[in-house]
């Protein structure tokens, strides 16, 4: 595993982004596209069909993600096959694995503001209202709690499987130095 300081063996041309809900996956990612020149596709995207449906032609797409040349993506989805089909393909694995209470914050927030503003997301979906996760136990809080310590069994397992070298990072602070100190090396 590659810390916040290490530098990168080369330039990757595709990367995945792993951690639990909320780390800040799609805003890395986002970042990262800039930087780097990668094409960033968001997989919520293609998986969230209208009502929250699995959308059928989401592992086609992923598949044609998968077979550009230089792209950035989250890395889920494994149970779906979206993870496996990235990993195959990917240079270059980030672990965000934040602590619990900055993910849960920032998730929080995000479905707070996304709630009350009935923000539309992908295909038409908006975030169900704030009581439902009192219902819903795949309410994105309540999925959240559950799934929390999954890339910390699932990482080396995967990292391994895949031969990805992993870039993990524990905080936002190590998120920022690694930014612009080895990713934006690695971008001269």
Excluded: C
């Amino acid at each position: 595993m590659l810390s916040a300081d290490d530098p990168l063996p080369a330039l990757p041309r595709r990367l995945v982004i792993a951690g639990t809900t909320g780390v800040g996956k799609s805003t890395l990612a986002r970042r990262l596209a800039d930087l780097w020149r990668l094409e960033y596709t968001e997989l919520d995207s293609l998986f969230h069909g209208p009502g929250w449906t699995p959308r059928p032609e989401f592992l086609h797409d992923v598949r044609r993600v998968a077979a550009g040349e230089r792209w950035v993506s989250e890395w889920n989805y494994f149970s779906a096959g979206g993870g496996q089909v990235l990993g195959e393909r990917a240079d270059l694995a980030v672990w965000l694995d934040l602590p619990r209470r900055i993910a849960r914050a920032r998730l929080v927030r995000r479905t707070l503001r996304r709630s009350i503003l009935r923000q539309p997301l992908w295909n038409g979906n908006v975030e169900p209202p704030l009581w439902t996760v009192l219902r819903d136990p795949d309410h994105i809080l309540r999925w959240e709690m559950r799934t929390h310590g999954t890339w910390r069994e699932r990482m080396p397992r995967v990292a391994a499987e895949y031969g990805l070298p992993v870039v993990h990072l524990r905080h936002p602070r190590e998120v920022e130095r690694w930014l612009a100190g080895p990713a934006a090396r690695a971008a001269d």
